[in-house]
């Protein structure tokens, strides 16, 4: 069965700061998704991973992907008080219906 | 707005009730999934469908859940005889089968609250 683990789960941290946060899955793929959701609300995509090395950035965002660590990271650079959500990272490795096994989520407050 | 669409939004019943939600997908979009998500989790695999053909169920749906995509447009997912462990949010999300990739894009989702 495949496993999704992320951590911290629960992360504060100032504004202007720098961190990461970490997801490693438990089996072989190499398609790895990072979603964001605010409270009440549904996911927004934000990344798509889909090789080993695979790196993409969004404004403070900036995701990558080692495949053969079986891990994914999201690091944020000097973060924002938007930036306050929770962050998911999902893999999907069955060829044909691509379902997606979710982490359990990374709530990360942003300090003012 | 060309989005994934969810309706209702919330529903509250009283156990022992049956429940249907409807899902309609990004039209272009031929792959749709059911997940649900409960507090502090991320969502968990419910059901897919390619089309209006119903290709994988999860073990958490049990005898009293059934969904269908009839046309293979939008999406019905009904919950018989509700229990209190069915509260949860419920996502839609929809993707395209020509996609070298499988980027799901997620509705607003329905909360239900079981009494």
């Known amino acids: 069965e495949l496993k999704v683990e992320q951590n911290p789960l629960f992360l504060s941290m100032q504004e202007g700061k720098n961190y990461t946060i970490y997801c490693n899955y438990s089996?072989?793929?190499?398609?790895l998704y990072w979603y964001r959701q605010d409270p009440g609300k549904s996911l927004e995509s934000l990344f798509v991973?889909?090789?080993?090395?695979a790196v993409k950035q969004e404004g403070r965002l900036m995701a990558s992907l080692d495949t053969k660590a079986r891990l994914s990271t999201l690091h944020i650079t000097a973060a924002v008080h938007d930036l306050s959500a929770t962050y998911f990272c999902?893999?999907?490795?069955?060829?044909?219906?691509?379902?997606?096994?979710f982490g359990t989520g990374t709530r990360l407050t942003i300090i003012p | 707005d060309t989005g994934v669409s969810q309706d209702p939004r919330h529903k509250i019943t009283k156990r022992g009730q049956n429940v249907t939600f409807r899902c309609d997908p990004i039209?272009?979009?031929?792959?749709l999934y059911w997940y649900r998500q409960t507090l502090g989790q991320g969502p968990e695999f419910l059901t897919y469908?390619?089309?209006?053909?119903?290709?994988?169920k999860s073990r958490l749906l049990s005898d009293r859940f059934s969904a269908e995509r009839p046309k293979g447009s939008f999406s019905t997912l009904e919950i018989q005889r509700t229990e209190q462990g069915d509260s949860a949010m419920y996502l839609c999300?929809?993707?395209?089968?020509?996609?070298?990739?499988?980027?799901?894009?997620f509705g607003p989702g329905t909360r239900l609250t079981v009494l």
């Open positions: 469908f390619q089309n209006e053909a119903q290709l994988e």
């Open positions: 991973l889909l090789s080993n090395g």
């Open positions: 039209s272009e979009h031929n792959r």
């Open positions: 999300a929809s993707s395209s089968y020509r996609d070298s990739y499988n980027e799901q894009f």
């Open positions: 999902a893999v999907d490795v069955n060829f044909g219906n691509e379902k997606l096994t």
């Open positions: 089996t072989t793929s190499d398609r």
